[in-house]
């Protein structure tokens, strides 16, 4: 690519990074992006798996534990543990397939049925990788909950996804769960993994559930378009989305691990994501699996000092991580890379949020390549968008679309369709045409909403995007007020909804503040009832009451004062005008403000 | 500072960012990430409020030595003599 060709480019001061794809070692999966993308066909991706024996369907679990089990891979690393306490265990192939039997032999006989719902909420232990997949083994739809969520978002989301079984362990129970219980009246098991006693209905101890359970389980026929995997995520308004996913989502994970994260069968792969969320399940938990490599599983949260001893004394060879993972390692400096040996990293990856160009560049600093930005959310299932291993890096840019996705900018016409943008860097929202296996099929007793996600033949993904004139694609923004904190959606409305519950709480407004190391923090703006004064007292009393409903992940961090807050004639309070008046920006069309802010 | 001053200190910070938290059921050696729910935010909160409470400087490569309320007292003990 000429520089001449860069001129439609978003001006940059960061110039391309070059890649000499002869020179890599591997040779990269996506060699050459043009030939690949010609050739690619999604039976051809569909062909790169075995299927369940016999042509009984097509199951994930399958594909990333039993089939490799039964083979030479049997006695390979399939997971590696390090555990908090400096703890170092391997899962084999032949060992997970054994576990997640055990798990989908206990599932039956707990008398639960294929297509019932098994939460899984807990640390990143071992167990919650057999769950997930002993759960799809069973025919199960596994749904991961994060364990940082507190009581509410826990119960809600338990309600709408109908779940009957719950993984966690006795901590988490009864901090977050016993409080509920009576919120989730279909919830008929709990399994508690560990030690600790709990009192209550339905409780068993995995030890005695699952690990007496027998070591054999024989996948019974899955249809590709049966639900796998079910996904929360958040928009600006309502509940949170319970977003489907099918076991044929599989062919996606695989062929996304293969191109988007170049991983080859003797990789050792850290994906840094909890399975709580997408990304860890997809790639936490799926496609390395699928794709044959030793995945490691770190339970200890981000400390950049443990992270870099993984990496070395790991061996890790492809990263997969996230900005605000690596804005923090950055604090640290170049210099604690440096004296490390890292000779076995070849490819680093991010998601979760735009990576800034100043953090692209500064992979090549420390660890002497760049990192990758990919795009991709909860309701793709997989990498759409990626910067690869044999392509040149715009810093800044989330990259091309995978072969078999075609995505766009499009822009909204009156009539309720779109029209698709030619002309390069002009802002639209980032469209893909419907198609792909990991697709969502749904969101869950919510039709409304689904149907609204799409335009004719584009699924509309709520991103604001321009694409350049070679192709490559830059994010501009939400089309929404969801915030993004640290790659995790937040839907303002839940965390309004949760502070508007406290007695002194009249109206309140959230709204995700940028912050140089989250992307985006959330900030909440109240208003109180009469007799309750704004002190730093009831800071406090209001920031704890979020985070015993909400937790942590999702409560906010800032609360700000107000005697009234920016209303329209309805009565909507306008979280942009917020947003922007917090940020001095230019307030923008305010012809419908009715009531201002005090 | 004395161990106490430090100690009542880092309550007095980690009780603006967890208010929720019931600091009589802290144990001195309990990890304080996951006893109060602190999330990678809430961590950095609490070192820059020691910050710039105590003027003493944490690099980044020392949060790890923060663990508990122990740790917090004996590192700060060491920085602040």
Known sequence: MSEEALSDSRPSVYPPIRKDREALRPRPNLFDYESECAAFSWDKARALLDGLPDGQGLNIAYEAVDRHASGAKGDKAALRWLGKAGERRDITYRELSEETSRFANALKCLGVEPGERVYVMMGRLPELYIAMLGAL??????SPLFSAFGPEPIAVRMQLGDGRVLVTTPRLYKRKVAGIRDQVPGLAH??????????????HRWDRTVEAASPQFTIRPTDPEDMALLHFTSGTTGRPKGAIHVHQAVVAHHVT???ALDLHEDDVFWCTADPGWVTGTSYGIIAPLTNGVTSIVAEAEFDAETWFDILEQEKVSVWYTAP??????????????????????????????????????WGQEAFGMPFHDNWWQTE??????????ALDIRPGSMGRPMPGIEAAIVRKLDSGDVEVIDEPMVEGELALRRGWPSMMRGYLHEEERYRKSFAGDWYLTGDLAQRDSDGYFWFVGRADDVIKSAGHLIGPFEVESALIEHPAVAEAAVIGKPDPTLGEMVKAFVTLRPGHEASEAMRRELIG?????????????????????PKTRSGKIMRRLLKARELGLPEGDISTLESDEK | MTKDEIRKLAIDI??????????????????????????????????????????????????????????????????TA
Not at chain 1, 548 to 563: M, N, Q, S, T, Y
């Open chain 1, 137 to 142: 083994k069973a025919g199960c739809v596994a």
């Open chain 1, 190 to 203: 709990v399994l508690l993994v560990g030690e600790g006693e709990v009192e209550g209905d339905g409780l």
């Open chain 1, 257 to 259: 691990g293969r191109y």
């Open chain 1, 324 to 361: 605000t993972a690596i804005r923090m390692m950055m604090r640290i400096g170049t210099d604690v890379a440096k004296g490390r040996d890292l000779s076995a990293l070849r490819f680093m990856a991010s998601v979760g949020e735009p990576l800034n160009p100043e953090a692209v560049v």
């Open chain 1, 380 to 389: 793709t299932g997989g990498i759409m968008i990626a910067n690869y291993a």
């Open chain 1, 545 to 565: 009451h979020a985070r015993k409903k909400l937790g942590a992940a999702v409560a906010p961090k800032e609360i700000d004062f107000r005697e009234n807050l």
């Open chain 2, 14 to 79: 980690l009780g603006g960012i967890a208010p929720e938290a019931d600091f009589d059921m802290l144990e001195d050696d309990e990890e304080l990430r996951e006893a109060l729910d602190l999330d990678s935010m809430d961590f950095l909160n609490f070192i820059t409020g020691l910050h710039k409470a105590t003027g003493a400087d944490i690099p980044e490569a020392d949060y790890a030595q923060l663990s508990s309320l122990q740790d917090v007292v004996a590192y700060l003990t060491a920085k």
